[in-house]
């Protein structure tokens, strides 16, 4: 994989998300979509709202969140729609800080049958907006970063 040469510094190194404040993000069980969840799965590393055709995580706080633990929750999301060709849309509500290893897409897509169609970012701070074009270089298919989840379950459903 060719990385982007602002990129490249960040191969080896993991970046932080920061804490968003937390009377601007709304968490999914705070939400009226919420109604519309099919399934939730807890786990240490963070909550998740499977949809009928998306996916909300809320990771928790202080995680470094990385492949191994996300094959977790592919398994599950999997196990859950009984096939191994999924495409769904993914939501990042990040209501608390954590880390992540962007480089890891590369595991996701040669290790996995799900293809994630769009994939939303939830965020209100620049902190947070400036790690969204970090990870734009790293994401093969549609990413965008929202201030509300309001508007990055619209978007999801287009």
Request: glycine letters at 2%; aromatic letters at 18%.
């Amino acid at each position: 994989m060719q990385l982007h040469p602002i990129c490249s510094c960040i191969f080896y190194f993991y970046y932080y998300i920061y804490s968003e404040p937390k009377n601007l993000i709304v968490k999914i069980e705070d939400s009226p979509y919420i109604k519309n969840c099919i399934i939730k799965i807890s786990e240490p590393f963070g909550d998740f709202f499977i949809f009928e055709n998306f996916v909300v995580s809320e990771i928790a706080e202080g995680v470094h969140y990385n492949w191994n633990k996300a094959k977790i929750i592919v398994t599950k999301v999997h196990e859950y729609f009984g096939s191994k060709n999924l495409e769904l849309n993914y939501i990042s509500n990040r209501i608390n800080s954590y880390s992540v290893s962007a480089q890891e897409w590369e595991s996701f897509y040669r290790e996995n049958k799900v293809k994630i169609n769009r994939y939303a970012i939830v965020v209100t701070s620049e902190i947070g907006e400036m790690n969204t074009v970090v990870e734009k270089h790293f994401f093969k298919n549609r990413l965008k970063k929202f201030n509300s989840l309001a508007k990055a379950i619209h978007w999801v459903q287009k």
